[in-house]
T-cell receptor
Framework: DAGVIQSPRHEVTEMGQEVTLRCKPISGHDYLFWYRQTMMRGLELLIY????????DSGMPEDRFSAKMPNASFSTLKIQPSEPRDSAVYFC???????????FGQGTRLTVV | QKEVEQNSGPLSVPEGAIASLNCTYSDRGSQSFFWYRQYSGKSPELIMSIYSNGDKEDGRFTAQLNKASQYVSLLIRDSQPSDSATYLC????????????FGAGTRLFVKA
């Protein structure tokens, strides 16, 4: 398996624009996580899905953030409208079971100017 | 109190020495514990997982878990310059719903 695949790797956008980050989890993994990493706040869990169903979105910072998982092989994280403080590295990770390790994608480095 | 706490470091050790990294957590119901290594500009990768009290060894790495004291540690023996990275402690917390929480990470420098 190719691992967790995220796109794009880098995104630079202007404040107010919509940003969509994409993730393909490892096949057979039932759990999918979206994390955000910044120097100030470290690695924060934004939302996670189990069998395509959102289970906990308490980490989503504002209504400007939304996430979907329409099927087992694809998820999106959308920010609309984007703001400079959203600049961070966004990681998608997947796991076969709730007790197991999470496998991370390479991340999307988002810069909002 | 943060759910998972680590000393941010940096921790500096000479090559060949033992590096000791510590982590405490607040959720007593937690069952799964992980150490990830993250090189600058890269994604976290798993070093060790531990589920039961005691020690677990894998090559130069030993994870230690003490659920009564709510701490997890990682020992790196014969440290190498290539071990220089940020080490993240992660805990699967269950109170309020299952989720994996990461500590802020400890930066380790191994001097040649």
């Amino acid at each position: 398996d190719a691992g967790v695949i995220q796109s794009p790797r880098h995104e630079v956008t202007e404040m107010g624009q919509e940003v969509t980050l994409r993730c393909k989890p490892i096949s057979g993994h039932d759990y999918l996580f979206w994390y955000r990493q910044t120097m100030m706040r470290g690695l924060e869990l934004l939302i996670y899905f189990n069998n395509n169903v959102p289970i906990d979105d308490s980490g989503m910072p504002e209504d400007r953030f939304s996430a979907k998982m329409p099927n087992a092989s694809f998820s999106t994280l959308k920010i609309q409208p984007s703001e400079p403080r959203d600049s961070a590295v966004y990681f998608c990770a997947s796991s076969p079971d709730r007790r197991d390790e999470a496998f991370f994608g390479q991340g999307t480095r988002l810069t909002v100017v | 109190q943060k759910e998972v706490e680590q000393n941010s470091g940096p921790l500096s050790v000479p090559e060949g020495a033992i590096a000791s990294l510590n982590c405490t957590y607040s959720d007593r119901g937690s069952q799964s514990f992980f150490w990830y290594r993250q090189y600058s500009g890269k994604s976290p990768e798993l070093i060790m997982s531990i589920y039961s009290n005691g020690d677990k060894e894998d090559g130069r790495f030993t994870a230690q878990l003490n659920k009564a004291s709510q701490y997890v540690s990682l020992l790196i023996r014969d440290s190498q310059p290539s071990d220089s990275a940020t080490y993240l402690c992660a805990v699967n917390v269950v109170t309020g719903g299952f989720k994996t929480i990461f500590g802020a990470g400890t930066r380790l420098f191994v001097k040649a």
